[in-house]
């Protein structure tokens, strides 16, 4: 008895293997193409993110502090006189931490970073010359535009699109036809948008190579496995 419990376990296992591998070699047998594509799509930039660095330090925290405050209210008060929407600023905390510095030992350290848009370029460019005179050393800016997430849906569409296009080529190439799609993978956007040369914005007065219109590039990929009719 305890032999032939023995051989049906073992014919239960088979069974189950048998039943197990067959199923796997029909999936495994479907036919299929995988893509990846990229679609991309040109906006023009309409407005600019300038990012201003506050940093003051000092071997005496309270110090540090303090003249940190000045030019917080300082960049404060030349928002509200630039008449700078309030939901177009963005302003983290005052952060201080104690660092050394090669030349000036160990101290104190303030930092803050204050992200204004700004949708006039010569705004942009007086604001930072009055900034440098009045003891700010440290910004930076970025093109952007109030229609990217527009911009990333149809980056996105054309990305689909030239997927089962590729999809469509392959499968002709082969005597086939696409079926249906399997899966698809999508990330975030792999391109931040943003166009280089702020930096010489208050070189000229008169002129300068803001005024030329900057498009900037959004780009979409998914990865596409597409089943094959066989």
Known sequence: MRKLSIFNL??????????????????????????????????????????????????????????????????????????????????NPISISQTRRQQEGTGFETRQQVTIRID???????????????????????FSSTDIAEA??????????????????????AGNTIDRVISIEYGASDVTPRARGLQVAFESADRTLLQFERMLPIREKVFVVFQVKE
């Open 10 to 91: 073992l014919l239960a296992f088979l069974i189950i293997f048998v039943m197990v591998s067959t199923g796997i070699a029909r999936q495994s047998g479907k036919a299929t193409i995988s893509v990846q594509a990229t679609g991309e799509v040109e906006i023009p930039a309409n407005l600019i993110q300038f990012h201003v660095n506050i940093t003051q330090f000092h071997a005496d925290p309270k110090e540090a502090f303090a003249r940190h405050k000045e030019l917080e209210s300082f960049l404060t008060d030349l928002i509200l006189e630039e008449d700078i929407s309030e939901r177009h600023i963005t302003a």
């Open 120 to 142: 006039d370029v010569t705004q942009f460019e007086n604001m930072q010359l009055t900034l440098i005179e009045n003891g700010f050393t440290s910004f930076s800016g970025n």
């Open 152 to 173: 990333q849906d149809k980056a996105l569409d054309k990305a689909v699109r030239e997927a089962y296009r590729k999809a469509e080529i392959l499968a002709n190439a």
